[in-house]
């Protein structure tokens, strides 16, 4: 076996114990080919070459943890198997060599049994739509694997690089907390009930032992081919060698460790023509302490300095640092780890070099590096080889230096005296965990604390400022040798501040704050610096914000009379989505011929197309056919919703057409124009940038509402695409009356809905003209019709079917529909069955989110808050067209936004505005959060004019409790429930206490701000909904099959439907499966959403079953006679009887509605000088009726309070202003909420039972209302806000836009340096 792998055979390692091997192979043409490349990724090489599709992907950069896997593998430094959880979405296979790979299907699966991990994540409720589930999974499964303590701390921590946008985090964070050994006795019993339940294997744990795979190791081994050159040393001297030998031929080489640079850069550039892996050098994964032995000559110990090889992962180095840090000398390490563990995330880290860290800030000066800081200013040294030679310099003296033909060695970290020096970090970032800094900063003070003098030259680094500035060194030079008091502040200050100029980075942060930022990290060091020398007010401005561990608690009634219904039952899926088996779309197995589908979209954002040429991209080999607009062969206009546009007065002449692929002009850049159809999605994505689209009469594109008011003044007016707006009583007297006045403007932007899985589809074109369609959508019905239209097929020849889809949220009503009819053109034209998945950055370029708001408002009020007159101008970003959605959203906007409030006098106008962005859809409590919100901040504001408790201005605008004035959906029940809630909250959740408890905290600590909002709700249900449902009953067995025409997208739709129909049956409820929905069954169902689809589903499958037991009822006994058994009832009925066991029913819209109420209590605690910001307690009750299904429901209300913490705190969209680009599109510029971010003590309370009279078995639909109730959050960081900018003489009403990003927020409490005090 050769020392390096230029030319071995073949690839080996396991995967859930099955030896592979991954031969050698000849390049078919030196470029990509159909086969698995030495750059294939390991979650494609699962996915796509080992049929093992439970691991997923989403974003393809290390963000999400849908592809988390376990590694075993042996360390060569120490010989040592470990074990850890990577995202297999950066592996490149080669990387793989002697690896032993475990997957969520390897773990457990019902042929052998699931893992515990598995079966508690089902059970404890922590799966919605489960697309998020395998990588939770994994991520757990390797905290076991891995051995050690499982304190809830560490499974805190393990979980910071999983996200999910379904559920709230809580139920998958308690049910990882009971494998802590913190577990009480109460929840080891509920352990053990669930592993009996579900039959688990034993709890797999420890360190592993070398199997047959990966015993062994080192070898040496690497898949390599003509276009890709792999190396993979075993010696440094080699990797030295190969890399000097690989360059003198000219080609362009690539060091690889843990490859995650791939997530920040490298994603999609083309390979390099090497590869040189360093994981099994020895010397680089060597970690020696001082004195240690000397055997290894790269990387000898030194006599005070700690050494640490190149490939010594992140994960490593802070569980070093951990322990250096209870050494004297080493004290820092503490800090220095603390601050590791913030950057990226645990997989990540599990593979992420530090060397590889400082190479990424080597060819890009602007990364705002947390390593490069660490180790420059811990004055870590660096040993870096080039051939024979290896020079040592300091971190910073890299950046001098080519880094061509080297490689980094080793670091060495001397020890530092803590008695002389204040070693302090700050990592500001736009949310709590797994986000690169906005600003970050690392200050080493030399202080003499009898002195309080800076004894030498300080180190002062800050990053993400610009490429040039590290050192503040006119600071730092300032503040040599001076005593640290308020006149040094303020002159370090101000020579800050002028040599602090941080560059524009148009995708995360403006300038100012950055700015802003620098000198407040500044003064906090200063304020930590000093400690108790500072009035105790200031203190808790130098602390951190910290984040205790979470908990929470759900209350809930059930009545065991009505179980199965009413009962508290897992998901009927979340078994088979914890363990992988549940399959999504993108799962399915590729039919023979299957091809695959890339957009070539818009690069601007309103221009003419004036020709598009394909050839080059034609010329690819693989590439079977670009579609264009001419290549659609019915109509170019996947019109969605056609069938109610008559129903709401609207012309489908006013309406533009929504194009599969734009015709003439582009609307919004990221417009679909082309599709690419290759054989590999890889070959169709490279293909793709080959096609030259021409532009003419190019446009600035108009973006904001603002922007399109300049050009469109009439939407300020009624719109004529929404109906007449809403006016109580006479608007002008109530105003005119009213002592007070004030006049407002508030925005909402926009919010993607971020599903982990994106929009997806596949057609097989199947006998006599036919297609089997499978896209993840929301509205089946639509699918066909859209098809139907642009593919001129009829109807009954598209046989849709949609199992499940991995989150919705509304993203999945309209957006799917070009792209489902755009493989079903690229299916009908080139007769082969074609996928479109879309990776992310594609799916956020053309996929609109939820519609953005602008809103005026003018109130005139009395001394008590009370309004008199209210008049608002509600103004919706419609996108470039007007559709149903952009119809029927405003007028949600009108109606709702009097919510629990008396609404005498008030006039609320809806209307649209047009922009060069993507026509806008639904995103979940569409309008209604809008609405909800927008007339909260007016009463916040009319609070703040008084200087009152905003709570009181809500209560003395209530129509409700005294139902003087009851809401048109309002009833008297309603009245008595909303005052209940409202006592029990105030009881329970200690407002009163907590109140005056936040006002001495505010009074005591001038740089941290608390504050409590309360926020009502009203959230009115329509009932426009039409579903149907099939249940089937089978003689053989007496089980029941039902298929309805809803869509199961996590919401437990599938769960309700089944206690429905067993309840309704009398069989047991594992009796009961529930099918996809598809066109044949369920042909006429309308979209579910809503929030209804659970309950109408529920209604027709309720329906149909009553059929059924009316057809029965003759084969029962007599009364008198003992009962016949179920299963000899329906043999009787379907064998003499010939009786029809399949009944169809349809549930019609009803012309009632109702409301649900809910009531929130969110505490916030705001550090006024960095912005960041964490809610230490919110209180959430809502009325759901008498719950058809408690966990479903407590599911729904956190999972949808957790995205709207999302849409009001962290989901910032920035575009490109020139062109329109969508610039935040990827999980690495967008933010949806981790787990720390969530509310760190939720209370969740469904009200007692009470009976909605007009909903299924008593119920009340949950999936959107806390979605409104969210914007609490905003409301309280508002009144944080105004305290802290009190404080600063700053009394006047400051708006507060929805998202309020911890940017927004640190720069709306407007601070400035001359605030900073020491006295
Ligand atoms: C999701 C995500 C979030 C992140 N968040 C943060 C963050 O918050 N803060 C932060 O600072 N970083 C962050 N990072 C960056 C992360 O720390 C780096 O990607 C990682 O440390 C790079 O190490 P690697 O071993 O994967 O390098 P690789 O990707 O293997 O290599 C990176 C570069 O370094 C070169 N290289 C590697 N080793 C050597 C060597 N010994 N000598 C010379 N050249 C070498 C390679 O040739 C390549 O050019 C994040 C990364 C991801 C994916
Ligand atoms: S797909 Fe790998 S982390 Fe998102
Ligand atoms: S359950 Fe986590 S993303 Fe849907």
Not at 114 to 124: E, F, I, K
Not at 540 to 569: I, Y
Not at 1117 to 1123: N, T, W
Not at 1196 to 1225: C, V
Request: hydrophobic fraction near 40%; aromatic fraction near 6%.
């Amino acid at each position: 076996m050769p020392a390096s792998g230029g030319n071995v055979a073949a690839l080996t390692f396991s995967i859930n114990n099955q030896p592979q091997q991954v031969l050698k192979r000849a390049p078919k043409d030196g470029g990509v080919t159909n086969d698995v490349t030495p750059t294939t990724s390991l979650a494609d090489y699962l996915r796509l070459h080992s049929q093992l599709p439970g691991t997923k992907t989403m974003c393809r950069e290390g963000m999400c943890g849908a592809c988390v896997v376990n590694v075993t593998s042996q360390n060569p430094a120490t010989g040592q198997m470990e074990s850890r959880a990577v995202n297999s979405c950066m592996v490149p296979i080669n990387a793989c060599q002697d690896w032993k790979i475990e997957t969520v299907e390897g773990i457990g699966n019902r042929r052998d049994g699931y893992h515990p991990v598995q079966a508690r994540l089902a059970h404890m409720n922590g799966t919605q739509c489960g697309y998020c589930s395998p990588g939770m999974v994994m991520s757990m499964y390797s905290v076991l694997k891995s051995g050690g303590e499982v304190s809830q701390e560490r499974v805190e921590q393990a979980m910071d690089g999983n996200l999910c946008r379904c559920t709230g985090y809580r139920p998958i964070l308690d049910a990882f907390k009971t494998f802590s050994e913190e577990s009480d006795a109460k929840t080891k019993q509920l352990v053990k009930d669930i592993e009996e339940t579900a039959g688990c294997r034993g709890r797999s744990g420890g360190s592993c032992q070398p199997t047959e795979a990966c015993a062994g190791c080192p070898r040496s081994a690497a898949l390599t081919s003509a276009a890709n050159d792999w190396r993979l040393p075993t010696t440094l001297q080699q990797a030295l060698g190969d890399l000097s030998s690989m360059a003198a031929g000219g080609k362009s080489v690539r060091l690889v460790a843990g490859n995650t640079a791939m997530g920040v850069l490298d994603k999609y550039n083309a390979p390099s023509d090497g590869y040189i892996s360093l994981l099994k050098v020895p010397d680089l994964r060597v970690i020696k302490r001082p004195g240690a032995s000397k055997e290894t000559s790269w990387c000898p110990a030194t006599a005070s300095s700690v050494v640490f090889g190149a490939a010594v992962t992140l994960s490593e180095l802070i569980e070093e640092l951990q322990a250096l840090s209870k050494t004297a000398g080493y004290r820092h390490c503490a800090v220095m780890a603390q601050h590791l563990l913030v950057v990226a995330n645990t997989p990540v880290r599990n593979a992420a070099t530090w060397a590889g860290n400082l190479m990424i800030k080597h060819r890009h000066r602007e990364f705002p590096s947390d390593v490069f800081l660490l180790l420059t200013a811990a004055k870590a040294r660096l040993k870096i080889a080039e051939g024979r030679q290896v020079e040592e310099m300091p971190v910073e003296k890299m950046y001098e230096i080519s880094m061509n033909n080297k490689i980094i060695v080793s670091m060495s970290l001397p020890p530092m005296d803590e008695g002389k020096y204040v070693f302090k970090t700050y990592k500001i970032t736009p949310r709590a965990i797994s986000a690169h800094a906005y600003v970050n900063a690392a200050f080493v003070l030399p202080f003499d604390s009898a002195t309080t003098k800076v004894t030498e030259r300080p180190t002062l680094l800050f990053g993400g400022i610009s490429d040039k500035f590290v050192h503040a060194d006119a600071t730092e030079r300032y503040l040599t040798g001076r005593r640290l008091d308020e006149g040094t502040l303020q002159g370090a200050l101000a020579i800050l501040l002028d040599e602090v100029r941080p560059y524009p980075d148009p995708e995360l942060a403006d300038v100012a704050y950055r700015k802003t930022l620098a000198s407040n990290l500044f003064y906090k060091m200063v304020l930590h610096t000093l400690g108790d020398r500072v009035p105790a007010r200031l203190r808790s401005g130098g602390e951190d914000l910290t984040r205790p561990l979470a908990r929470g608690t759900q209350e809930f009634d059930t009545d065991k009379k009505l179980w199965p219904v009413n009962q508290a039952v897992p998901k009927l899926e979340a078994q088979i989505q914890t363990s992988g088996e549940a399959e999504y779309v993108g799962d399915q197995p590729a039919a023979p011929g299957e091809l695959h589908g890339y957009y070539v979209l818009a690069t601007v954002g309103s221009a003419k197309v004036d020709a598009i040429n394909t050839l080059a991209a034609l010329a690819v080999r693989g590439v079977r056919a670009v579609l264009t607009a001419s290549d659609v062969i019915g109509s170019n206009n996947y019109l969605t919703f056609r069938a109610y546009i008559p129903l709401l007065g609207m012309d489908e002449k006013s309406m533009m057409p929504q194009q599969v692929f734009a015709e003439d002009r582009v609307q919004f850049c990221g417009q679909p124009i082309g599709l690419v159809v290759a054989d590999t999605m890889e070959i169709a994505r490279k293909a793709a940038a080959l096609v030259r689209v021409e532009y003419a009469e190019v446009a600035p594109p108009v973006l904001t509402i603002r922007q399109a008011l300049e050009k469109q003044p009439e939407g300020r007016q009624q719109s004529k695409f929404v109906p007449a707006n809403l006016t109580t009583g006479d608007v002008e007297a109530g105003l005119n009356s009213a002592p007070h006045r004030l006049k407002g403007e508030w925005e909402m932007a926009s919010q993607y809905h971020f599903t982990m899985e994106t929009q997806s589809v596949r057609v097989v074109p199947c006998e006599d003209g036919q297609l089997n369609v499978f896209c993840a959508a929301q509205a089946n019905k639509e699918v066909v019709d859209v098809i139907s239209g642009v593919v001129n097929i009829p109807a009954n020849k598209i046989n849709s079917e949609v199992r499940r889809l991995g989150g919705a949220y509304g993203g999945k009503i309209t957006n799917p529909m070009p792209i489902a009819a755009a493989a079903a053109l690229a299916a009908v034209r080139l007769n082969k069955p074609v996928r479109i998945v879309l990776d992310i950055e594609t799916n956020i370029a053309m996929c609109s989110g939820r519609m953005p708001y602008l809103v005026s408002y003018e109130a005139g009020f009395d001394d008590t808050g009370k309004i008199h007159g209210l008049k608002m101008h509600v103004i919706a970003n419609a996108g470039y067209t007007n559709t149903v959605l952009s119809f029927i959203e405003p007028s949600h906007v009108m109606h709702m936004v009097k919510s629990v409030y008396r609404a005498d006098n008030w006039s609320v106008t809806p209307g649209t505005v047009t922009t060069n962005q993507p026509m806008s859809t639904a995103c979940r409590a569409p309008g209604t959060t809008n609405a909800i919100a927008a007339i909260e901040m007016v009463m916040n504001h009319v609070a703040h004019q008084l200087n009152k408790d905003p709570w009181e201005v809500r209560q003395a605008n209530f129509a409700l409790p005294t139902a003087e004035v009851p809401t048109p959906m309002g009833t008297e029940q309603d009245n008595k429930v909303f005052s209940m809630m409202i006592n029990e909250m105030f009881d329970k959740g200690d407002i009163k206490q907590r109140k005056a408890e936040i006002n001495a905290f505010n009074k005591a600590n001038r740089w941290r701000k608390r504050s409590l909002a309360l926020l009502p709700m009203l959230y009115p249900v329509g009932t426009m909904a039409k579903m149907s449902a099939l249940v089937s009953i089978y003689d053989n067995d007496g089980t029941v099959a039902v298929s309805h025409g809803g869509v199961e997208m996590g919401q437990g739709l599938n769960t309700k439907v089944a206690q429905v129909v067993a309840r309704e049956l009398g069989v047991p409820l594992d009796q009961v499966s529930v099918k996809p929905n598809n066109s044949l069954a369920n042909p006429g169902s309308t979209v579910t959403g809503g929030s209804i689809g659970s309950e109408w589903c529920c209604m027709a499958a309720r329906s149909a079953c009553q059929q059924l037991l009316e057809r029965l009822k003759p084969f029962r006994a007599a009364e008198g006679e003992p009962q016949r058994p179920w299963l000899q009832v329906v043999q009787m009925a379907s064998g003499k009887g010939g009786v029809n066991l399949s009944a169809h029913c349809v549930q019609a819209p009803k012309p009632a509605g109702y409301s649900v109420l809910g009531l929130t209590a969110a505490e916030v605690e705001l550090d006024v000088l960095t912005g960041e910001n964490r809610f230490n307690r919110v209180d959430l009750y809502e009325d759901a009726g008498q719950s058809l299904s408690p966990w479903v429901d407590v599911g729904q209300i956190e999972g949808s309070f957790a995205m709207g913490m999302g849409l009001f705190l962290t989901e910032r969209h920035r575009y490109d202003p020139a062109t329109g680009q969508k610039l935040t599109n990827r999980a690495w510029n967008y933010y949806p909420p981790t787990h720390k971010d969530m509310p760190r003590d939720f209370r969740v309370k469904l009200l007692k039972n009470n009976k909605n009279d007009i909903g299924i078995f008593n119920s009340k639909a949950t999936g959107e209302p806390a979605v409104c109730m969210s914007s609490v959050c905003l409301m309280a960081l508002q009144q944080a806000v105004a305290a802290a900018r009190r404080d600063s003489g700053h009394n006047d009403w400051v708006t507060i836009n929805a998202p309020s990003t911890v940017e927004d927020t640190q720069m709306a409490c407007q601070t400035s340096a001359e605030m900073f005090v020491l006295s």
